[in-house]
């Protein structure tokens, strides 16, 4: 594990660290300034306004426009720039890139599953490859959970009930730490894991030779069988007693009331565990909750699959991994984007 030449700052590893670093570094520099300056100025007017005889009476000031208006205005201009700098990273990092490979990340006491799209598993410790974005989708099990990267510069909490997303792009091949950043119970503090990114090849390579796992978009379908969604959504996901679910994910939906909400992760995870809340337009609210019917992981599960039906011709709304097996581009109708 490589440190940076400025000691207790991580390593610089992805394409945002250095922008963070960049903006981190002009607050420090900013603060340290004033902070000189303030302190300087302060002792020089204290030896040089200090009473020189016991009944001094020092002489009234009438105040200054001019260095008023300009006390004000500079720091405004520097709030202002730290505002701005600020935001645009923040958006920057709050909104991945359409085009990135997925990976679903579970959160709980106290361990880090995580599943790739091609259907890999891994616990504490997530392969990636360099110079390609990759978005997580992260949600808890039990408690609230936070995974950080520090070399990447990304943080976000993990939450029970609710997905979260953060981004990044790996800069170069090395393992890197990952940590639970948020107080999660007893064993918080060993909630660890390592990034490890490879080089592109040797990450096809790796994720061909561990392709012994059902991808989730496959074990969606077969819960939206056994669970009996198939007789209501149809069988491929046609609609019948229930809307259709194909070319549903990213799209708007017109719900009975005069809404349109946009199904995304939420929305269809709602609709699963309390499916009155939003009924779609020409449906009657006939569908059972299945609140605690479904784990975290099966919800994923069934998210890909639902994901996975598209309206063949039309882009699927995130390319997949690159898929080694057969079986995962079966219900994923457009090829993978290889980028
Ligand atoms: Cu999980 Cu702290």
Known sequence: MQTSWIPFIPESASTISGKVDALYFYLSGVTAFFTLLISGVLIFFVIKYRRRTPFEIPRPIAGSHKLETLWSVIPFIIAMSMFAWGAQLYFQNARPPKNANEIYIVGKQWMWKIQHSTGQREINELHVPAGR?????????????????????????????????????????????????????????????????????????????????????????????????????????????????????????????GQTVTADEAYIRESIENPSAKVVLGFNPIMPTFQGQVTPEQLIQIMSFIKSLQVSGAPAPAAPMPTPRAEATKTATPPPDRP
């Open 133 to 257: 974005k990759i978005k997580l989708i992260m949600t808890s099990e039990d408690t609230i959970h936070d995974f950080f990267i520090p070399a990447f510069r990304i943080k976000a909490d993990v939450l029970p009930g609710k997905y979260t997303t953060e981004w990044f792009e790996a800069t170069k091949p090395g393992t890197y730490h990952l940590f639970c950043a948020e107080y999660c119970g007893m064993n918080h503090s060993g909630m660890i894991g390592s990034i490890i990114v490879m080089q592109p090849t040797d990450f096809d390579n790796w994720l061909s030779g561990n392709a012994s796992q059902q991808s989730p978009a496959v074990a969606g379908q077969q819960l939206f069988q056994s669970l009996g969604c198939v007789s209501c959504h149809g069988a491929n996901g046609e609609g019948g007693r229930g809307p259709a679910l194909v070319g549903l994910f990213g799209s708007k939906v017109s719900l009975n009331g």
